[in-house]
């Protein structure tokens, strides 16, 4: 079985139920979620050996994020005890034409306050085929950034294949250093990289061609090849750069699909209309997540992986909540066309 390694921060996220306003709430929805903890969640739910790496508080509510994890058959042995307090992120959930909205409320978590030398990474990777993490952890702190490097590192000296998720988070880099100042070092060590345009301006001032998306029901694939190019060029160890297509009709009607550059060929999978959306966030974790299992579980054909990817982050967004929890057998379902919604008797 292949063995995937996450690193990053799970948060505590609160969202008033249904589609309330924060000043409409007298009460929360408690749903435990992380960039990285998401992808570990999706994995799981494929049957893959996958860990979770984090630092988390030694208090009541660490544990439950610990739980829910161990909930979801996601191993917790390497996260560290420590910090203050778990991350917390406020979500107001959007509809129609009013966007979503998130608050973050993580200074001090345990996370942001992680040291070099605080995991012991040759012992997480032994047995592992894969390392993961996003632009999200090295914008916490100069110490995760330090940490994330560290493992990036030894993943590359023990032949671990590393993948990112760029996210760039602009409300989060705030300890004094600039995205462009700490994310190239980091992604320099990546074999597998998923980002856009904003991500490439921002962490590493490239300047793609520019990528008209205003008209949100038509995002075309062929659009982002300069992306593609200029990320892959900047970083020679890639050896494939992907990302994700979204049209955004209103908050509930998105369109969805992805593509994929190999340094030759430009791959493009198919456009799903989501017309209801339930809950985009995690989206692309669970893209990434299918992406992982899709390049272990199909290693010679890139577009099946590619089509799993963005089947399985499809039906994410029919989910309330951070995590995917869909199953290889409902991802290929809808991979072969039955988007039916039938009732499974």
Request: one cysteine or more.
């Amino acid at each position: 079985m292949k063995k995937v390694i996450t690193f990053g921060e799970i948060m505590l996220r609160l969202t008033p139920p249904s589609t309330r306003r924060f000043s409409q709430a007298s009460s929360f929805d408690v749903i435990y979620g992380g960039g990285e903890s998401n992808v570990a969640v999706s994995l799981a739910n494929y049957g893959l050996d996958v860990e979770f790496v984090s630092r988390i508080p030694s208090n009541d509510i660490g544990e439950c994020a610990l739980m829910e994890m161990r909930k979801r058959g996601v191993g917790v042995d390497h996260i560290v005890r420590g910090g203050e307090r778990l991350g917390i992120y406020f979500l107001e959930i959007g509809a129609v034409s009013r966007g979503s909205k998130v608050v973050y409320d993580r200074a001090h978590s345990g996370m942001s306050t992680i040291e070099k030398g605080m995991i012991d990474w040759e012992k997480v990777f032994e047995g592992a085929d894969w390392f993961h993490w996003t632009g999200i952890t090295p914008a916490l702190s100069q110490g995760a950034a330090d940490a994330c490097l560290e493992a990036i590192q030894t993943a590359n000296k023990m032949g671990v294949t590393v993948s990112t998720d760029l996210n760039y988070r602009k409300k989060l880099w705030k300890y004094g250093k600039e995205p462009i100042e700490v994310m190239p070092a980091l992604v320099e060590g990546c074999d597998v990289i998923l980002g856009n345009e904003e991500d490439a301006e921002k962490h590493f001032g490239l300047h793609p061609e520019k990528v008209d998306v205003t008209d949100g029901a038509s995002v075309d694939g062929k659009a982002y090849l300069s992306v593609l190019k200029k990320l892959m060029e900047r970083f020679p160890r890639a050896k494939k750069v992907i990302t994700t297509l979204r049209g955004s009709i209103s908050a509930s009607h998105n369109t969805w699909s992805g593509v994929m550059y190999d340094g030759e060929n430009l791959l493009e999978a198919s456009t799903y209309q989501i017309t209801h959306i339930v809950d985009r966030v995690g989206g692309g974790d669970s893209f990434m997540g299918g992406l992982i299992y899709g390049m272990l579980t199909y290693p010679e054909d890139d577009q099946k992986a590619l089509d799993f990817a963005v089947a399985a982050s499809c039906l994410k967004h029919t989910i309330y909540g951070d995590a995917n929890l869909v199953t290889v057998s409902e991802v290929e379902k809808l991979m072969g066309g039955d988007a039916s919604g039938r009732v499974s008797r």
